[in-house]
């Protein structure tokens, strides 16, 4: 009975050490939906990205929170780069980076699988503040 144990767990361990060689590109991943593609990460996390306006189009002065899901998701889709006369693309404006990556946190967010930390709160080191970033009074006696 032992014997038989043992050989098994000789055998899973042989597996796994198999398993943990093999490249990750070997692993399949869950491919997009056909037609669709994959919402990438936001490259910059925004501080509250339901608040964000939408600056262009149909819901121009609208927050992302507002939004319904299919919106959002087609403002986080990357976009072709403008081009200029001489081919060259166009640096992205900040504004439509800053749109894009409030939707992608967004959608990342309503999923939950937005990958990275939220961004942390202004912190003010002014003589006499007792705040700290979490928003918790402290106090020092000296």
């Not at 339901?50 to 889709?77: I, T």
């Not at 060259?88 to 439509?96: M, V």
């Amino acid at each position: 009975m032992n014997e038989q144990i043992l050989t098994e767990l000789v055998s899973i361990r042989q597996l796994l050490e198999r398993a943990i060689a093999a490249p990750s590109a070997a692993r399949p991943v869950a491919p997009a939906p056909t037609g669709q593609t994959q919402i990438p990460q936001p490259s910059q996390l925004v501080s509250d990205p339901g608040a964000v306006c939408v600056h262009f189009g149909k819901n121009a002065g609208q927050p992302l929170s507002s939004l319904n899901d299919r919106s959002v998701e087609w403002y986080a889709m990357p976009k072709e780069p403008r081009l200029g006369n001489n081919g060259k693309p166009f640096p992205p404006r900040p504004a439509d980076e800053q749109l894009a990556n409030a939707a992608r946190q967004l959608h990342h967010q309503r999923l939950g699988t937005l990958i990275g930390k939220a961004p942390i709160a202004e912190m003010s080191f002014a003589p006499g503040s007792s705040v700290t970033a979490d928003g918790i009074e402290e106090s020092v006696p000296f």
